[in-house]
């Protein structure tokens, strides 16, 4: 049987909209204001990918003081679980059955999603 391989790209605006979404979803509080800022974050060779997103809250703090912005990242599993909740939300079908893994796409961030069997080492592959 054929590995299907299927790799769906989302932009920084959809991440967004999908953690968002997802903290919603599950009644967690993401501070209120204005996103200034939203990306992968660097990580190591290896290590799993996260994005964050930084909010800058609309409140006046007292005092005239400038408040900083607060960093909301979500990684891993918790990560992949918003990006399907998202394509669920705009009628994108992702197969239930299927490894799932992120992949960074320079400033996207891709999931990629394998269906079937995984392919043959090169030391199993027929000689012909």
Do not use: N, W
């Not at 959809?14 to 996103?35: K, L, N, Q």
């Not at 990560?79 to 669920?88: N, S």
């Amino acid at each position: 049987m054929p590995t299907e391989l299927r790799h769906l790209i989302f932009s920084v605006t959809e991440v967004v909209e999908a953690i968002t979404s997802y903290h919603r979803a599950r009644g967690m509080a993401m501070p209120s204001g204005t996103v200034v800022g939203a990306g992968l974050t660097e990580t190591p060779a290896g290590a799993p990918i996260s994005f964050s997103i930084l909010i800058l809250s609309d409140r006046a703090l007292p005092g005239g003081e400038k408040a900083k912005p607060q960093e909301v990242t979500l990684g891993g599993a918790d990560l992949i679980a918003a990006l399907i909740g998202h394509c669920r939300s705009c009628s994108i079908p992702v197969p239930a059955k299927g490894s799932k893994a992120l992949e960074r796409y320079g400033s996207q961030l891709g999931l990629v999603i394998t269906l079937g069997r995984p392919p043959a080492a090169a030391s199993e592959r027929p000689r012909g």
